[in-house]
Every structure is written in C-alpha cells, then in structure tokens.
C-alpha cells in the first residue's frame, strides 16, 4: 500500500520525479476543434473578479475568522508546495505562518500582524502555527484544533491534539491597536487529546456539536522513503476514516464523543484527506448539513476520491454516501454555496484546485493523465477550471463547467469568506448565500490565499523557481440572480491518456 501525507497541494504518496531525460509539453495534446458544447442554465451568475494591487499575506492551508468586517488569519504556510526531498527538513520552519494576520477586505488593506511564537506560551504557540488545522466560529468564538507542524516542546513534527478558542474580536482589536499583550484572548485544553490528533480534515459545529471530518494524524518529519515509514525515528500515518462527534467542556476538554460513518465498503470511501466538506441547506429550505466532496487518496492508489456523501446534523448523525461521480476539483479548494428555494438545490462552486481529471476545452471532454512518473506526472494535475455541483431532492447530483476559468492555476487550501455587509435575508447561518434575498448583482464574498502554481504538475515547470507559491491575489466573488449558461460536465474518461512529450 502506498503512503504519505499531504499538506498543501500535492501528494507525498507520489513517487519523486528524477530529472526528466526528454521535455515535456506543459501545453495540452493538439486537438482538432469540435462545435461548441451544448449549455444549459442555472438559476444564476458567478463572477470572479481579482482585485490589484492586493495588499493580502501570501498564504495557504491556515484558520481563519471574521468580526466586524475584518479578518483574522492564523496558522499555514507561506511558501508554495512543500518539497520531496530524502531528508527529514520537507517542512522547513521558516515555511510556517507564525503571525495573525488582520485584514480588511473591502479597503483592500493589511490593519495589522503579531508574532505568535514571540507572544505567546509555548503550547499555544506550537499548536497555532500548524498547517492545516481544522476550525469553525460560532459568534465571536473561533475553535481551532489538530494541524501538523512543530511541536516547540519536543522540537518534534507532530499532528496535535489541541482545541485553542479564540475571543476573534478581541485579538483583531489588539493586533490593529498594535498591542502584544495577547494570551488572554487564547484558551485551549488542558492536555493534549488524542481523538483530535487530525490534519487535512474539517471542522464543523452546530448546536454545540462538533463534527470533525475526515483526516489524518501524521507524526514524524516527511520523507519520501517508504523505508521511514510507521518504525521508531520515522513518520506514522494514520486516516481516521471517521466522523468524530464531540462536545466540549468549559475548559475544552471533550465531554461527549463518539464516532460515525456511513457502512463498510472494500473501497474504503471514508480514508480521505484534503477535501472540501461544504456547508449546505437541505431541500426543505432550513436544515443545515455538510456534503463531503472529493478527497485524496483512495486507499493504494495515486487517486483522489470521485463519490460525495452527506453528514447530517441530527440524533443521531449520520453519513449518507451517494453514487455520483464528481469530474473535477477534488482537492481541497476554495468554494461557495448558494441554495436555491425553486429547485430546492444547493449549488456549490468549487474554484480550481487540484484535481482527478482535467477538463480539455477545445474537445470538451474529461482528461486523465496517465501516470509517468520519470516525467513527472502524477495524474493529479493543478486546474483552473470553476465547476459547480447542484445537489437536489432525493440525492441527485449534477455537475457544471463554468464558462469562465480562473485566471491562472488558483484555489488549492484557499478560502472564501463571505462578506460581512450581507443581510440575514441573504445568507444562512452556516454561510450558505441564499439567492432569494439577492435581487440584483451582489458582492458575496471574497477568495483568498491558497497555493498558485506554473504548471499543471510543479515537476514539469522549467521557466519558474520556486515552481509554486503562496498566493497573495485576492478575488471578489459577485453572484447575480437569473438564468446563467454553463456546460454539462462531460462523461468521466474510461481510459488515461499519455502525457505529450516532445523528444
């Protein structure tokens, strides 16, 4: 069984690429042009539209929180796509976000940072400068737990077992005051507790519930060698393959906890990381629920995972898995939702990323690399194609190609925020638009950080160094109500397709 761990876009399952003996094409295979697809409509328009200068921190796979209109930013990594290197600095320290960061989105503008290693305990300091934690806010309380990075303690790279509450008003007040006084703004558990050992996974949090998602426990520095792999001095792996539900104690540590999934299958659908577990409104209009969409890897194989499932909110919760086949960005990326009342479906807009396949305009079809890993082709290629996945009454699905793509190879551990001058009639509790209340075009949101790439497969780029980075672009999010064409998503490729080399 192949293994590994995946922090910020690209699989450590994949075997490193020696220095190519011919070039590859980083263009797509010449096609003979075809009739324009067929389109149809949905109920309305999404427009991305970048905003320059941007004045936003380069940055990707951290926790975010919102108070009066600004932003807080913690945790991450501020340089591209970590490395595959043989030796044990894959994740080098001076890679990690150790700052909170407080933005304000509509002025465009960068209020204010603090040094959270310099101003803060050790345990709070280590925890909340990991990558990839899981987070969720309910009012002005931000929960903030695992994500993998150093602990400051043992100097060890460790996936934690933390829950850090944030006061978010409290800190962004401080940090634009300039004031560095702020561990009081910080509570976290009293001990470490391995149930919330997870990274790459996702946080949800309803009625006092929380629901964490998927994800893995990783512990050890990364190596490419599988030899390191689950022995003393080495790096353990573990997916938790579950949905872990829990409630908390006033002092943070767990009161209730139990643990779900939908059924076993030889498939093993619930070992999954990195994937977009999106809030949604269910078909009556009101119920909140969470649809888990892709997620990387499918136990032995360099894949993601192609089939979504439910996490319902009830007594007891459940999973409820679907037959659908997702075609395109199936990696943790930013996305939008937006339920509309007509159809009683919830459309979620997934915005680039990396993905199974990738979509080949001039021939509309779905394209799926064949592995040449001498090459540096791993068959989940960075895309820049929006799609967005209605899912309906009864459990139907459908997936769209928006016209438009995003304007460079955009999105992985990304965010969307909505923007805060939204009114109640506009947008749900947990976040999802509601396109009654919208009655012309109207700001949403904005999309921020994540990682940018040069290239579909990062080996492959030759022109650019480093081959990826941390964005800094930050992107508005318009929605405007009525019919709006996109492109049936095409049937899933049955076969790969060679990479074009030129000799």
């Known amino acids: 069984m192949l293994t590994g761990a995946i922090f910020g876009g690209c699989s450590e399952e994949k075997t490193p690429a020696p220095p190519a003996k011919s070039t590859p094409s980083v263009a797509a295979e010449t096609k003979p042009p075809v009739a324009p697809p067929t389109t149809v409509n949905l109920p309305f328009k999404v427009e991305v539209v970048e905003v320059t200068p941007s004045t936003m921190p380069a940055i990707h796979s951290f926790a975010s929180g919102t108070a009066g209109g600004k932003w807080l930013i913690l945790g991450g990594r501020i340089a591209g796509l970590h490395g595959f290197g043989s030796g044990n600095d894959n994740f080098p320290r001076s890679t990690a976000n150790t700052n909170a960061f407080v933005v304000d989105p509509v002025a465009n503008k960068l209020l204010g940072s603090v040094d959270l290693v310099k101003n803060l305990p050790v345990p709070l300091a280590g925890a909340l ?73 996702t946080l949800k949090l309803y009625q006092n519930t929380f629901y964490l998602v998927f994800g893995q426990d990783f512990t050890g520095f990364y190596s490419i060698q599988n030899r390191d792999y689950n022995r003393a001095g080495g790096q353990f792996q573990k997916y938790t393959e579950k949905v872990r539900v829990f409630t908390l104690n006033p002092d943070l540590s767990i009161n209730t906890f139990t643990q779900i999934d939908g059924g076993y299958d030889d498939t093993l659908p619930y070992h999954r990381r990195d994937l977009n577990v999106v809030d949604i409104i269910m078909p009556d209009g009101a119920t909140p629920a969470a649809t888990v969409y892709g997620g990387v890897f499918m136990a032995g194989k360099v894949a993601g995972h192609l089939t979504p499932m439910d996490v319902n909110f009830l007594t007891p919760p459940t999973v409820v898995r679907s037959p659908f086949k997702q075609g395109l960005n199936h990696y943790d990326c930013m996305h939008v939702t937006v339920f509309d009342k007509a159809s009683s479906s919830s459309f979620t807009t997934l915005l680039g990323g990396i993905s199974q396949f990738h979509y080949d305009q001039p021939s509309n079809t779905l394209v799926q690399d064949a592995l040449d ?46 923007d805060s001058a939204l009114q109640k009639s506009q947008i749900f509790p947990n976040g999802v ?26 080996g492959l780029v030759k022109d650019k160094n480093p081959a990826t980075i941390a964005s800094s672009r930050l992107f508005e999010i318009w929605i405007t109500p009525g019919a709006s064409p996109v492109i049936p998503m095409p049937p899933l490729p049955t076969s790969t397709t060679p990479w074009p080399v030129t000799k």
Request: hydrophobic fraction near 35%.
């Open 129 to 201: 400068t990991a990558t990839n934690p899981e987070f969720d806010q309910e009012g002005n309380d931000l929960f903030i737990l695992g994500g993998y990075g150093k602990d400051l303690q043992s100097g060890n790279l460790i996936t934690f077992g933390t829950v850090t509450k944030v006061d978010v008003a409290g800190l962004i007040n401080a940090i634009v005051a300039g004031n560095n006084s702020i561990a009081g703004f910080f509570t976290q558990n009293p001990a470490p507790d391995n149930r919330l050992n997870v990274a790459g996974g």
């Open 373 to 418: 890993l001498d090459n540096g082709v791993d068959g989940l290629p960075f895309i820049n194609t929006v799609s967005t996945i209605q899912h309906g009454p009864q459990g139907a699905y459908a997936q769209f190609i928006q016209p438009k793509p995003l304007p460079g190879l955009l999105g992985t551990d990304g965010q969307f925020l909505p």
């Open 433 to 458: 638009i509601n396109l009654t209340g919208l009655t012309a075009r109207t700001l949403v949101g904005h999309m921020v950080g994540g990682i940018e790439s040069f290239g579909p497969y990062s």
